[in-house]
């Protein structure tokens, strides 16, 4: 892991992907997919959108796989999912979730994705911990917002917002710290292997 100083934040390729062959970059894309996939069955059942932690992996794997390479891998799970596989959250597949209530939640993904990994590149992440906690809420609120939007065009504004964006801010509170917190616990783990 590349790391700064002691006290710094995470560098901009905290896996080294950078660095590594073009085989072994396919090979965290499909890794990514698979835990994106398995984050999508961990779901509160919700209507007319579930609360599942994918936005969670949608995250974190923006902030450990960089911008592009975590916005890319959010999209080869998308295509995974609209060429049938159940990836989707209740294990969900096909073209009908992205032309349903939640088609602008998930084309807001590899968005959200990238925006995590770019403010990561940026520091926003590891030690600096009310940083990563906002690097990963304005992802959240990001596919709230765009979400929210795509929805509000199919059952209006009010709908949307009450069934679509509002139960869904504690939530993204709440990932956001975990997401805050797994970073730091991964940034001291580093520390504490390249010192020992």
């Not at 560098?11 to 970059?25: G, I, Q, W």
């Not at 059952?155 to 509002?166: Q, Y």
Request: charged share 10%; net charge positive.
């Amino acid at each position: 892991m590349h790391l700064s100083n002691p006290s710094g934040p995470l560098s901009v390729d905290p896996l080294n992907l950078a660095s590594r062959p073009l085989a072994v970059k396919f090979a965290f894309v499909f890794a990514g997919t698979l835990v994106l996939a398995l984050a999508s069955q961990i779901a509160v059942p919700m209507v007319p959108v579930p609360i599942t932690m994918q936005t969670f992996a949608v995250t974190m794997i923006g902030a450990l796989y960089g911008w592009r390479q975590g916005a890319l891998t959010v999209l080869a799970w998308l295509g995974e999912a609209m060429l049938g596989a159940p990836v989707l959250a209740g294990g969900a597949g096909g073209l009908a979730p992205f032309a349903g209530p939640t088609a602008g939640y998930l084309v807001s993904f590899p968005l959200v994705a990238a925006l995590a990994g770019l403010l990561a590149e940026r520091g926003w992440t590891g030690n600096r911990v009310i940083r990563s906690f906002a690097a990963h809420l304005l992802a959240n609120l990001l596919c709230l917002v765009l979400g929210g939007l795509y929805l509000a065009a199919l059952i209006g504004a009010e709908k949307a917002w009450l069934l679509g964006v509002a139960p869904f801010v504690l939530g993204a509170v709440l990932k956001s710290a975990l997401a805050a917190a797994v970073l730091k616990a991964m940034r001291r783990f580093g520390d504490r292997a390249r010192l020992g």
